[in-house]
């Protein structure tokens, strides 16, 4: 069973204080790997897509990578607009289906 | 251009009624997706549309549940007989294709009493 688990649950940074939040994967053949922000009382955002292990992509203080297990998105000092909901997605290669699964998400806090 | 509108915004039913929910995709997008956020939850699939394509139904709860996608574009979420357990957001997305990324509607906040 596809399996995506997202760390930490919550964290809280101060302005300017940089950190990564985690996405585990288990899949059976992964075809992308998605990653969304989601506000309160709103659909979740797009911000990235990654295909292959070693791909990075960026966007303002944002830096997403992927390895064969895993995704980090990287908030480099980060502002109090960043607060918000992060999520992960998963979609897989294969014929059971082409839904997204999600993972948790992180709830990211950023104190001025 | 449009992005994927939701409607209604908030819905209020009493229990054992019927609901619709309805979603108009992104033009042009052959992909389209409902998933349900319960409070504090993440987001659980529920349907997929993929063109002409029988849809995948393997995340719909129950029987009480369907969806609908006309002409390839509009979809609408139907569930029977309502239960409080169904009080959530429901989300749609839409997708140009298959491993691109999906764009998410603001979702419709449902209320059962």
């Known amino acids: 069973e596809d399996q995506v688990t997202q760390s930490p649950e919550a964290l809280r940074l101060q302005e300017g204080e940089s950190s990564s939040l985690n996405c585990s994967y288990t899949?059976?053949?992964?075809?992308?790997l998605f990653w969304y922000r989601q506000d309160p009382g709103k659909g979740p955002e797009f911000l990235f897509t990654?295909?292959?292990a070693g791909e990075e992509k960026e966007k303002e203080r944002l830096k997403a990578t992927l390895t064969k297990k895993e995704s980090f998105l990287h908030i480099t000092a980060p502002k109090p607009e960043d607060s918000a909901t992060y999520l992960c997605?998963?979609?897989?290669?294969?014929?059971?289906?082409?839904?997204?699964?999600f993972g948790g998400g992180t709830r990211l806090m950023v104190k001025p | 251009g449009a992005g994927v509108s939701q409607s209604p915004s908030n819905k209020v039913t009493e229990k054992g009624k019927d609901v619709e929910l309805r979603c108009d995709p992104i033009?042009?997008?052959?992909?389209l997706y409902w998933y349900r956020q319960s409070l504090g939850q993440g987001l659980e699939f529920l349907i997929y549309?993929?063109?002409?394509?029988?849809?995948?139904k393997s995340g719909l709860p129950s029987d009480r549940f369907s969806a609908e996608r006309t002409g390839g574009s509009v979809s609408t979420l139907t569930i029977q007989r309502t239960q409080q357990e169904d009080s959530a957001v429901y989300l749609c997305?839409?997708?140009?294709?298959?491993?691109?990324?999906?764009?998410f509607g603001q979702g419709t906040r449902l209320t059962v009493v």
């Open positions: 997605a998963v979609q897989v290669n294969n014929n059971a289906g082409n839904m997204l699964t």
């Open positions: 549309f993929q063109g002409n394509s029988a849809p995948d």
């Open positions: 990654l295909y292959s």
């Open positions: 997305a839409s997708s140009s294709q298959v491993g691109l990324e999906a764009f």
């Open positions: 033009s042009g997008h052959t992909a």
């Open positions: 899949v059976s053949g992964l075809r992308g």
